[in-house]
């Protein structure tokens, strides 16, 4: 388990930019599989992007060419940046990481409903998009 925390939601107008932050703590080694989820209000949480121990991405199709997660391992730093938004991208959006012990692939880019205990989270930061 890792600390996790989240920052730079916001609110903006479709066609703007927002980056997330989310900064880790509690490491013992950086085999972690890194992932945004975020939650409409009604819907499961979904997978938007993840990142692997080797820093491997991957997106949603909803999300690609728009959104680009990164990490900055000098500063334990995740970073979800986010261009050309639209409505539709509204939502709680968390940082989340799960050790490549318990998750050997960085696979999470669907939609779920639980979590096993494996996962840390962090508390979530607000995007709102207007059109």
């Known amino acids: 388990q890792v600390d996790l925390a989240e920052s730079g939601g916001g609110s903006v107008q479709a066609g703007g930019s927002l980056r997330l932050s989310c900064v880790v703590s509690?490491?013992?080694?950086?085999?972690?599989?890194m992932v945004w989820f975020r939650q409409a209000p009604r819907n499961p949480r979904a997978g938007v992007a993840t990142?692997?121990?080797?820093?491997?991405?991957q997106y949603a199709n909803s999300v690609k060419g728009r959104f680009t997660v990164s990490k900055d391992n000098a500063k334990n730093t995740l970073y979800l940046q986010m261009n050309s938004l639209i409505p539709e991208d509204t939502a709680m959006y968390y940082c989340?990481?799960?050790?490549?012990?318990?998750?050997?692939?960085?696979?999470?880019?669907?939609?779920?409903?639980?979590?096993?205990?494996?996962?840390?989270w962090g508390q979530g930061t607000q995007v709102t998009v207007s059109s």
């Open positions: 989340a990481a799960i050790s490549t012990g318990a998750a050997p692939t960085c696979d999470y880019l669907g939609s779920y409903s639980s979590f096993s205990r494996d996962w840390s």
């Open positions: 509690g490491y013992t080694d950086r085999r972690y599989c």
């Open positions: 990142i692997d121990s080797n820093d491997r991405p």
